[in-house]
DNA sequence: CACAGATCGTTATATAATTACAGGAGACGT
DNA sequence: ACGTCTCCTGTAATTATATAACGATCTGTG
């Protein structure tokens, strides 16, 4: 499974799609899928890109839907939680997930160029990480892998 | 090389050690270790865990080494662009370099209960990062590998 | 309806990082 | 020694990121 976001796509069908797939969870959890939760979702699932809380707390403003830091950061911390986004500890920002259905220990390829972020599936207990953590006996919980560099496009750009 | 920073360890010649180290390498490269840079350096290797830029910043104000955040922040650029010191991106702060003359990638292990961070020597282009960078297309110019869990001795003491 | 728990709106505050600019100290050629 | 260049320092102000606290409101359930 290559990612696919540095690569046209039909992006259209990454934000509907992607709001369906957390519609559909949240009904099957019993899990409040609010106005707020799902437009910055939508934010979110607009661009593959990482967003600031701010940058997305200035769009629920204009549109009327909370205008306070907290609103932007406790639906993400929503999707968060729940894995339908993620956060770029490298970025302070936030991007929606795109491996929703796996239960997963994200990685990220972050273009310093083009700010596109893509999500590649990973095993937490595999590479450098894991093999460290299991010869010093440590009990790894969460996981933060985030490479930045240059996509493709560019690469090729730069290069060019 | 397993992390040793989790095992009782002579902890005096880490801060001497360290100090020497980069001492001779500014010799070397005829790069200023002034008072300030020395001192943030000491105060890192002080402990095995990541300091946050205000804790630093409050030892160099008891200290009469500056008040002002540009004086811890200068001091870190200069530690971390040199390789001194790592930045941890999950906790915003920073730590001294331990695996000095190697030129790597490194990856750390957070303990989430005693705070200590021990660092990782590692492989950029291996593990998940690499193959999807790979498979993408995506060129690679730094990394961010961080774990986050529970060292051994807090891990006996929670199960105990 | 009445309740419990989740969510929201708002004010205030905490924490982290940078910009901008003036001054100082050492290196270096003349 | 003199200027001058570069790097380093001191300080004020500002920007960016994130959380605390608290009352009001909504939602599902008996």
Chains 1, 2 share one sequence.
């Not at 006996?137 to 493709?152: D, H, N, Q, S, Y």
Request: a neutral charge; charged letters at 25%; one cysteine or more.
């Amino acid at each position: 499974m290559p990612p696919t976001a540095f690569e046209p796509h039909d992006h259209s069908s990454c934000v509907s799609d992607g709001v369906a797939a957390v519609e559909r969870h949240c009904a099957e959890h019993k899990l409040q899928f609010t106005k707020v939760r799902r437009r910055v979702l939508e934010i979110l699932l607009n661009q593959h890109k990482a967003w600031g809380a701010y940058e997305i707390l200035d769009k629920l403003r204009e549109e009327g839907l909370g205008s306070q830091p907290p609103v932007a950061y406790r639906a993400l911390d929503f999707l968060v939680s729940h894995g339908f986004a993620h956060r770029i500890e490298r970025l302070n920002a936030f991007i929606a997930c795109t491996h929703f259905d796996t239960h997963h220990a994200p990685a990220f390829l972050i273009c310093r160029s083009c700010n596109r972020v893509v999500e590649a599936e990973s095993d937490p207990r595999a590479g450098e990480l894991g093999r460290a953590a299991q010869s010093a006996g440590f009990v790894i919980e969460r996981t933060v892998r985030e490479a930045e560099g240059l996509c493709p496009a560019c690469v090729g750009r730069a290069s060019a």
